[in-house]
């Protein structure tokens, strides 16, 4: 890891009365014409005791994850794709390894939204996200066609 590597970092939350969706674009707003590739929630394991709703956006050019809290202030990580090493499923688990600061690796590891709906679109297979992630990593620019992963919403 060279000092000029892109790191992920994380980003201070600029709170939006409508909710994590709104406070993601607020804190890392997209640039003109960045197409969105992947855009939901899923469950952050890891942060503490409970499991977080988190906000998960993928463009050709980076990863952010904006995990809710409700006694605090939520946290947001603005991931660049190259500090990206690895996105893997384990145990219905999508681990995702990146370059942090200090020559750390952090992780996260995010599982299917099992809730009813209520920050954003959930992101029911962790299969269809994980093959998502692999194709973006292994992309040479990080662009893809852009699809829907498969909610499976129920009514």
């Keep these: 890891m060279t000092l000029n590597e892109p790191l992920g970092r994380r980003v201070r939350v600029r709170y ?3 909710g994590a969706g709104a406070e993601l674009a607020r804190s890392v ?3 003109p014409d960045e197409p ?6 899923m469950n952050l394991r890891g942060q503490g005791l409970l499991a977080r709703p988190t906000v998960v956006r993928v463009t050709p050019s980076r990863l ?14 603005d991931i660049p794709r190259v500090a990206v090493r690895r996105a893997e ?6 681990r995702i ?12 590891r995010l599982t299917a939204w099992k809730n009813r709906p209520f920050l954003d679109r959930p992101l029911r297979d962790v ?3 994980a093959e998502l992630l692999l194709s973006w990593l292994n992309s ?14 129920r009514m």
Excluded at 89 to 94: A, F, G, H, I, Y
Excluded at 97 to 108: D, I, K, P
Excluded at 144 to 151: K, N, Q
């Design 97 to 108: 390894s990146w370059a942090a600061a200090e020559g750390r690796v952090a992780e996260s």
């Design 140 to 153: 040479p620019d990080g662009e893809l066609p852009v699809r829907e992963a498969h909610s499976h919403r």
């Design 64 to 77: 952010s994850l904006l995990a809710h809290y409700v006694f605090q202030p939520d946290r947001l990580w």
């Design 89 to 94: 499923v384990v145990r219905r688990t999508v």
């Design 16 to 18: 939006a009365f409508p």
């Design 127 to 129: 299969d269809d996200v």
């Design 29 to 31: 707003p997209l640039a």
């Design 36 to 41: 969105v590739l992947l855009h939901g929630v």
